[in-house]
């Protein structure tokens, strides 16, 4: 008997010690909890934490809960743009109703220069080598101006995206030094995701940031990574 304990001890042990250490997220393999139709139906609350997200990526976009602000993933650390333009380094308990995450290891660089909005996303076109695939996105650079947005937290029961949008905060940034974080997906992903770029901004100094209207570089530097796989969790909450 002590034998057959100690075989099953091991056993979950060994299985406890598989499931923990495979957890991680694959690099450039992306995560996303619910989807983009979910939360353009007023889908604004969820379960995943932040810390839950972490284990997912160090890189990533969404909103938080209550869809209060924009949220903002990099380099490990995940941000929220509130919309009175206060930017706030979120704590591990935070939850969100929609992110989509990776750990960004880039496959493509370039250095970019005196773009508007439409010249800089045709450039990215050109980094892209197959339309079939997702694209994690990176600029770290300076930018002679960028709008943002923020829409403010909502109360149940709760509007349409479309309609919450209505309020949003807009804030229009001038010659600052700072980095897009994003994506750009392909034309089938509708209704799971945003087709075509979903771009946020974060300043360097960590004090603005938002939703991307438009935005002029500079000067910067693109990173981007082609995504080999996607994994995607439903929504659970029902409001």
């Keep these: 008997m002590k034998a ?11 299985l406890f010690f598989f499931n923990t250490s495979t957890f991680a997220q694959p690099s450039n ?3 996303q909890i619910s989807t983009i139709n979910a939360l353009l ?3 604004y609350d969820g379960d995943l ?19 209060d602000g924009e949220l903002i993933g990099l380099d490990g650390d995940y941000y929220q743009v509130k919309a ?36 800089l996303q045709k450039s990215l076109d050109q980094m892209k080598n197959d339309t079939n695939y997702f694209y994690a996105i990176r ?10 947005r923020a829409i403010p937290k909502q109360s149940k ?7 919450a949008a209505k309020d949003q905060h807009v804030f229009d940034l001038k010659n600052i030094k700072g980095t897009v974080i994003g994506f750009w997906c392909p034309q089938y992903i509708n209704g799971i995701n945003v087709p075509g770029y979903h771009l946020h901004f974060i300043s360097e100094d960590r004090k603005f940031g938002g ?29």
């Design 4 to 14: 057959l304990f100690r075989t099953i001890t091991i056993a979950f042990a060994f």
């Design 29 to 31: 393999e992306l995560y």
């Design 41 to 43: 139906q007023g889908v």
């Design 49 to 67: 934490t932040i810390k839950d997200l972490k284990h997912r990526g160090d890189f990533g976009i969404g909103t938080l809960n209550g869809l």
């Design 84 to 119: 009175n333009g206060e930017v706030l380094k979120l704590t591990d308990d935070v939850k969100v109703p929609f992110a989509t995450s990776l750990n960004f290891q880039a496959d493509r660089v370039a250095d970019l220069h005196d773009l508007d909005y439409e010249n």
């Design 139 to 148: 600029i770290d650079g300076v930018f002679t101006t960028v709008l943002t």
């Design 157 to 163: 029961p709760y509007k349409t995206l479309a309609e």
């Design 211 to 239: 939703h991307i209207l438009t935005a002029a570089l500079q000067s910067g530097k693109v990173q981007m990574s082609r995504i080999n796989s996607f994994h995607m969790e439903l929504p659970q909450d029902t409001s």
